[in-house]
């Protein structure tokens, strides 16, 4: 349910009653050599399009390789780790966040190494690399190639998490797409991303920066933090908020002011058994980039669990 407030139209209000129509199938296997093999594959509604599909082999001691079919890599699985009891600040608002795009460029058609993870006294670094031979382009069915888009060539990228005994997760990842033309001064795309959280007994607080480079003017800076906080094993709340500035020093218009657009968000989730009850409510202020403009998002759900 949706409801507009300052800068928008009678016409923005609204609310409605939907159901999830998503439809998933996943399945595992071991080969002989202690290899394993896992997919999925998610359809949307009408079985029309896929939104969601990757398969996993599994090496043992040489890590993992991925095959990104629609979704996934290791750089994208970081766009937002912002602590939350359910969904992030970016979601469903009236902002197009450009900081969670990072790595979404090469989750489509690309593959994944992810090396064995490194264990130091009970500390753990996760490393993974993305390659992507026509970013920007969707994937194809069996047998099919991809040919490079217009504007980009190849996309690679690095994402790496580090865990530690005393509550602190650190994470970064970088990718970078190469430009074919570098007309007009353009050059590659680059996107870099970074955050830490800690948890203390319930509570967990996180902070995260974005930075998104199109290579083509204007770039895109943002920070957000949030606060977690499991009240029991059943009853979860948090606060999160992100704020996005777009940097016009580099543009078209290099005398201009920079742009801002805030985006906050409170969660509760619940669950007593087989259901659970969560519920969001958001607020974004001067959406992409405008001023004076204010919008409000609150959604709840129920599931149950067979």
Known sequence: MKKGDSGKAASDHGSGFSTDTALTFSGSTE??????????????????????SQMTIGMGSMGKLKINRVGGGAVNALDDKLPSAWEEASDNSAHDFLGEDIGSANDDGAITYHLPE???????????????PASGVAAGGTGSTQTQGKTYGTGTGVAVQV???????????????????????????????GGAAYSYGPVTVGYQEWYNDAGAGDHTTADGISIAFAVNENLSVSYGNIEETKNRNGGAVAAAADLKSEMTAYNIAYSMGAIAVKAHHGKTDNANFGTATSADMTEISVSFAF
Do not use: C, P
Request: charged share 15%; hydrophobic share 35%; no cysteine.
């Open 31 to 52: 080969l002989d050599n202690g290899w394993t093999v896992s997919g999925f594959i998610t359809q949307v509604e009408g079985m029309a399009s896929v939104s969601s």
């Open 118 to 132: 490194l264990d130091i006294q009970g500390n753990t670094i996760n490393i993974g690399i993305d390659y992507d």
């Open 163 to 193: 865990g530690t005994t005393v509550g602190l997760s650190l994470y970064a990842g970088a990718d970078m797409n190469e430009r074919h033309s570098t007309a007009n001064r353009a050059k590659d795309q680059f996107n870099v991303t």
